[in-house]
T-cell receptor
Framework: DAEITQSPRHKITETGRQVTLACHQTWNHNNMFWYRQDLGHGLRLIHYSYGVQDTNKGEVSDGYSVSRSNTEDLPLTLESAASSQTSVYFC???????????FGPGTRLTVL | QKEVEQNSGPLSVPEGAIASLNCTYSDRGSQSFFWYRQYSGKSPELIMSIYSNGDKEDGRFTAQLNKASQYVSLLIRDSQPSDSATYLCAVNLDRGSTLGRLYFGRGTQLTVWP
């Protein structure tokens, strides 16, 4: 079955380290999104992509980057992890021309 | 400022009752509206989408949209303890765009007690 996966599911890292969170979908969706979810803030958009080589900043993009080299993957990189980036991260995707998003299982990241 | 607002809750209803969840949004030109359910420790899952004014029913769930009032709601009939979750309202606030960027409310926590 087509699906969207994220790895790792849990990650503990130290301040200043570079961290990459993976997102992989087998639906052949063009549109992919990264969110973080924190208590009191709900889901906030970090970066998004509408296709290969396309990337866009969301509302909380500082300290994060993405690259899109193929349709299936949109890895999220924290260049130098900070304690404020401790959060649950969700990846989502949608078909071209639609805005119905389907979410991956999430990654819980702790920055010590 | 693009905003989606939900009653913060928590909302508590007895089993078998109707649960009513409400959401308002900032842009009258918005075209796409979604309700997601999120169980504790899990990812959001799509319950319903609605695009036209009026009601849309799917089983025990009814979404209601009033674009003039910038208001969308979700009714859950015959509530069950398994409906206990956080419900997220999401709106495409990018006027005229179908590319898919959604804005989410902070969610309303629903508890259905036996």
């Amino acid at each position: 079955d087509a699906e969207i996966t994220q790895s790792p599911r849990h990650k503990i890292t130290e301040t200043g380290r570079q961290v990459t969170l993976a997102c992989h979908q087998t639906w052949n969706h063009n549109n992919m999104f990264w969110y973080r979810q924190d208590l009191g803030h709900g889901l906030r958009l970090i970066h998004y992509s509408y296709g290969v080589q396309d990337t866009n900043k969301g509302e909380v993009s500082d300290g994060y980057s993405v690259s899109r080299s193929n349709t299936e993957d949109l890895p999220l990189t924290l260049e130098s992890a900070a304690s404020s980036q401790t959060s649950v991260y969700f990846c989502a995707s949608s078909r071209p021309g639609t805005d119905t998003q389907y979410f991956g299982p999430g990654t819980r990241l702790t920055v010590l | 400022q693009k905003e989606v607002e939900q009653n913060s809750g928590p909302l508590s209803v007895p089993e078998g009752a109707i649960a009513s969840l409400n959401c308002t949004y900032s842009d009258r030109g918005s075209q796409s509206f979604f309700w997601y359910r999120q169980y504790s420790g899990k990812s959001p899952e799509l319950i319903m989408s609605i695009y036209s004014n009026g009601d849309k029913e799917d089983g025990r769930f009814t979404a209601q949209l009033n674009k003039a009032s910038q208001y969308v709601s979700l009714l859950i009939r015959d509530s069950q303890p398994s409906d206990s979750a956080t419900y997220l309202c999401a709106v495409n606030l990018d006027r005229g765009s179908t590319l898919g960027r959604l804005y989410f409310g902070r969610g309303t926590q629903l508890t259905v007690w036996p």
